[in-house]
């Protein structure tokens, strides 16, 4: 069975310090996002990835975030400049059809992000 | 950000038993509600979902149960078995908001032998 995939699967980086988490959605899927959930809180939406482009984004998602499909398989996500309230649990999940539809989102096993 | 509520943290439930597990949601909007799953160090496995022109949608052991004058949905478990132990995210989404998933806080479910 198909499954989105994340690399690396646990980051530890310096607070100040670009990270670069990875993700390889459902190979027909069109529609991606990353999720995040903090320690203890809730699931919560970052950002949505549609046609080449952010769809919508959270009030999360500042100038620090950015995301990429640099080739037809990878989407990433790069914090910039890492802060310490950055480390959470980061999904990625990938929905088969475009914006028009009622669609079920698939998700990656997580990468914990470790800001130290 | 309240808009969706799982107002128990946990539950335990004897193995053959059913569970029930209940969500609560304000925003009107949504017209997409989901069940995700999840163990310890895994993502967010999809379980069943309802659109809101339906009251309830089954699937094997787990029915969904979807009361839109209260804003309130279910899902029940039955039996239940030691493996259905995780935690469990209700989400709801609307067109308008581009599909994103607003989740409720998780219910700890454990099914005693």
């Known amino acids: 069975e198909p499954e989105v995939t994340q690399t690396p699967s646990h980051q530890v980086t310096q607070m100040g310090q670009e990270v670069i988490l990875r993700c390889v959605p459902i190979?027909?899927?069109?529609?991606f996002y990353w999720y995040r959930q903090i320690l203890g809180q809730k699931v919560e939406f970052l950002v949505s990835?549609?046609?080449?482009?952010?769809?919508?984004k959270s009030e999360i998602f500042d100038d620090q975030f950015s995301v990429e499909r640099p080739d037809g398989s990878n989407f990433t996500l790069k914090i910039r400049s890492t802060k310490l309230e950055d480390s959470a649990m980061y999904f990625c999940?990938?929905?088969?059809?475009?914006?028009?539809?009622?669609?079920?989102?698939?998700f990656g096993p997580g990468t914990r992000l470790t800001v130290l | 950000d309240q808009q969706v509520k799982q107002n128990s943290p946990s539950l335990s439930v004897q193995e053959g038993r059913i569970s029930i597990l209940n969500c609560d949601y304000t925003?009107?909007?949504?017209?997409?509600f989901l069940w995700y799953k999840k163990y310890p160090a895994e993502g967010p496995t999809f379980l069943i979902s309802?659109?809101?022109?339906?009251d309830k949608n089954e699937d094997g052991r787990f029915t969904v149960f979807l009361n839109k004058s209260a804003k309130h949905l279910s899902l029940h478990i039955v039996p239940s078995q030691p493996g259905d132990s995780a935690v469990y995210f209700c989400?709801?989404?609307?067109?308008?908001?581009?599909?994103?998933?607003?989740f409720g806080q998780g219910t700890r479910l454990t099914i005693n032998p």
């Open positions: 999940a990938s929905s088969p059809q475009g914006p028009a539809s009622t669609d079920t989102q698939y």
């Open positions: 990835f549609y046609n080449n482009e952010i769809s919508e």
């Open positions: 925003n009107s909007m949504f017209d997409y």
């Open positions: 190979s027909n899927h069109l529609y």
């Open positions: 989400a709801a989404s609307s067109i308008q908001g581009a599909q994103k998933l607003v």
């Open positions: 309802i659109s809101s022109i339906k």
